[in-house]
């Protein structure tokens, strides 16, 4: 089985700070997948923040982090990331990765991912 674990979260970041979260496939099953990262607010609906193919030469952004997110992936360690520059207040929430087996490396929907992370908590300060 694919168990994927995001690692980077847990602090507390001021506006204007950076931050860059680990996704790690840890198996046992390491199958080719495209990833994407979500974000879920208290209160609010999980949404797309952003995706990549398998290969890595294929991204896309949210409207919301374009220009301050990227995402990106090391195959050989089984790991994806996401770099989040010029934090904003908005940017708080539990972020999830997932892992699509059609690697499509565009999906946007929650029920197009086939597994997921734990999440991991980013608290952005005023």
């Known amino acids: 089985q694919v168990q994927l674990v995001e690692s980077g979260g847990g602090g507390l970041v001021q506006a204007g700070g950076s931050l860059r979260l680990s996704c790690e496939n840890i198996g046992p099953s390491f199958p080719s997948l495209a990833m994407g990262w979500f974000r879920q607010a208290p209160g609010k609906e999980r949404e797309w923040v952003a995706a990549?193919?398998?290969?890595?030469?294929?991204?896309y952004y949210s409207d919301s982090v374009k220009g301050r997110f990227t995402i990106s992936r090391d195959n050989a360690k089984n790991t994806v990331y996401l770099q989040m520059n010029s934090l904003k207040p908005e940017d708080t929430a539990v972020y999830y990765c997932a892992g699509e087996s059609r690697k499509t490396g565009w999906a946007r929907l929650q029920n197009e991912y086939d597994y997921w992370g734990q999440g991991t908590q980013v608290t952005v300060s005023s």
């Open positions: 990549i193919s398998w290969s890595g030469g294929r991204t």
